[in-house]
């Protein structure tokens, strides 16, 4: 199945892209896709969504469609879904 993955933010920056699409196994949740987007942007992308031990760092918020949504959710994704990662965005 296709996975659309939006960049938001120092995500944008770090992946060098506003988004992409992913192909992922049927069922696959949002764990899968983060890893995905890790394992294909090796490097600064990589470290900022994922801690040593493989665990999305707590400064990443992940979303499907609007929703957000928790990294040990349960949450089979469907073809064709949209996953935005961001960081918390502040300002005054």
């Known amino acids: 199945m296709k996975i659309n993955v939006d960049y938001v933010a120092q995500f944008k920056d770090a992946a060098g892209c506003a988004g992409e699409t992913?192909?992922?196994?049927?069922?696959?949740g949002i764990q899968?896709?983060?890893r995905a987007v890790a394992t294909a942007?090796?490097?600064?992308?990589?470290?900022?969504?994922?801690?040593?031990?493989g665990v999305l760092r707590s400064s990443a918020l992940l979303?499907?469609?609007?929703?957000?949504v928790e990294w040990d959710e349960?949450?089979?994704?469907?073809d064709g879904?949209?996953?935005?990662?961001?960081?918390?965005?502040?300002?005054?």
């Open 22 to 28: 992913f192909n992922l196994t049927d069922g696959a």
């Open 32 to 34: 899968e896709v983060v």
């Open 41 to 53: 942007h090796a490097g600064r992308l990589a470290e900022l969504l994922l801690d040593a031990a």
């Open 63 to 68: 979303f499907v469609g609007d929703d957000q």
């Open 74 to 78: 349960a949450c089979s994704l469907r």
């Open 81 to 92: 879904a949209t996953v935005t990662l961001m960081a918390p965005l502040a300002g005054g």
